[in-house]
């Protein structure tokens, strides 16, 4: 079995949702933390960047720097912390995710990554399985505020096509009732 790490990226600022904490957020009578965690239960570690919950036990904690600096500045806060070759990089806001997800996008790894395609087929940035030396060397000196696709792109991952349901998020209240 290949080990790997996971880094769950939590530090989001939940404008759309009225400012809001989303791993804090109750979908089917769980956070939205809780479903991504147990996504990646066969990580050897878990790291989640965003602020500190002390009833989740289990993890490493981040921060981004400057805290809400974006995802890229979460996946370089995140990064410090792993010690594998490989890494599992979720959002935190995608309860459709599941260790079968996981899965898939780790035997897809080729030699740099794969990374999860909705079914309108976009790239899901924020769902992939990396080699972790790919994206060290990938990451600016400054990520703050750099989008995922302009550095992940280059690296030209292998697509998993998600399953129904598996690529959805919860940006907005409207997908809270879906």
Do not use: I
Not at 45 to 68: S, Y
Not at 87 to 95: F, G, H, M, R, S
Not at 118 to 126: A, F, K, P, T, V
């Amino acid at each position: 079995m290949v080990s790997w790490t996971a880094v769950v990226l939590a530090g989001g600022r939940g404008s759309r949702l009225g400012g809001v904490d989303k791993a804090a957020v109750v979908v089917d009578g769980r956070t939205l933390l809780d479903h991504v965690l147990d996504a990646v239960a066969g990580a050897r570690a878990t790291v989640v960047v965003g602020p500190r919950k002390d009833d989740v036990p289990g993890v490493t904690w981040a921060r981004e720097e400057p805290p809400g600096g974006g995802p890229l500045a979460g996946l370089a806060a995140g990064l410090a912390h792993v010690r594998t070759d490989l890494v599992v990089v979720l959002a935190v806001d995608q309860p459709g995710l599941t260790r079968s997800t996981v899965d898939r996008l780790l035997a897809a790894v080729a030699d740099s990554g794969a990374v999860l395609v909705d079914e309108g087929g976009r790239l899901q940035w924020l769902a992939g399985a990396w080699r972790v030396a790919a994206l060290r060397r990938a990451l600016p000196a400054d990520p703050r505020d750099v989008s995922m696709r302009s550095v992940l792109g280059p690296l030209d991952p292998v697509t998993v096509l998600a399953r129904p349901g598996e690529a959805r998020d919860v940006d907005t209240p409207r997908d809270l009732t879906r």
